[in-house]
């Protein structure tokens, strides 16, 4: 009895212990967000820019729309980089995040940082990009996008609360400039 019964309480313990932090599988996020605001400028609106707005679709939920032109085909010596800042005091002051993407080439931005993060949620909700192996070229062409939610599938599992502001800049013929506030709150189980 003695043994049996000494695995019972750490049985218990374990499936306890595994409920609160989430289940068996950790790729859940423990965490959910919010947008708050967002934002696109351009330094010359004859060869590319935008406009970019939030949609209310219930009581205090957001999406994004807009759209996006380029007057002319996107130079592979554009470059871009996308900065993830966080405020833990309701946006007085903001930190550089680790997430960042350093300023790179765009078509490598494009293969990388869209393609893993952006493009499986654009697909739902826009005529953005979609490519399998490689995007080589960017067309002129105008692109819009309608009540986007980010998926958080390529986030991490754990992020802390606060706001969170994601800055992507492009340089070069192209000089665009997007923001998105983003408010990230854990969830409640």
């Not at 995040?97 to 499986?120: A, H, L, W």
């Not at 013929?173 to 408010?183: G, K, P, R, S």
Request: charged content about 20%; aromatic content about 12%.
């Amino acid at each position: 009895m003695g043994r049996k019964s000494g695995m019972l309480p750490i049985l218990i313990l374990v499936m306890c212990c595994d409920s609160i932090m989430g289940g068996l599988s950790r790729s859940k996020q423990t965490w959910t967000y919010r947008i708050r605001s967002t934002r696109m400028a351009t330094n010359n609106e004859s060869v590319a820019g935008g406009e970019t707005h939030l949609e209310r679709e219930g009581r205090g939920d957001y999406t994004m729309s807009g759209y996006l032109y380029f007057n002319v085909d996107v130079p592979k010596d554009v470059e871009a980089e996308v900065n993830i800042y966080r405020s833990n005091d309701g946006g007085a002051t903001y930190k550089l995040e680790p997430y960042s993407v350093p300023r790179s080439g765009v078509y490598q931005t494009m293969n990388t940082f869209y393609k893993d993060m952006i493009m499986p949620s654009a697909a739902n909700c826009s005529n953005f990009p979609q490519f399998e192996d490689k995007l080589e070229l960017v067309a002129a062409q105008k692109f819009t996008y309608n009540k986007c939610l980010l998926s958080t599938d390529g986030f991490p599992t754990y992020l802390p609360d606060g706001i969170y502001k994601f800055e992507l800049k492009s340089f070069g013929l192209i000089e665009l400039f997007f923001e998105a506030l983003v408010e990230v709150t854990q969830k409640t189980f």
